[in-house]
């Protein structure tokens, strides 16, 4: 890999993490970065999925917290 591309993924490695820092899923994360910073989600998606091996239990727990906001939104929700 040269050096533009891995400079290229770590850009995208620094955006996904500015998405989770905003509480994003990964859909809202690959429309983001498509929408504004012209990121292919193919690429966001690929980059996503290499951070969440590399950091299970991190992806685990943030899985587990979007999860539960959604349920604490929902007005369906008993």
């Known amino acids: 890999m040269g050096d533009s591309s891995?400079?290229?993924?770590h850009m995208v490695h620094h955006l996904i993490e500015e998405c989770i820092i905003f509480n994003m899923t990964r859909e809202e994360c690959m429309e983001?970065?498509?929408k504004h910073a012209n990121i292919k989600p193919v690429i966001t998606s690929t980059v996503w999925n290499e951070l969440e091996k590399e950091n299970k239990e991190f992806f685990e727990a943030?899985?587990?917290k979007?999860?539960?906001q959604n349920e604490a939104q929902d007005p369906k929700h008993d």
């Open 66 to 68: 979007k999860e539960n």
């Open 32 to 34: 983001a970065l498509s």
């Open 6 to 9: 891995a400079s290229y993924i």
């Open 62 to 64: 943030y899985k587990n």
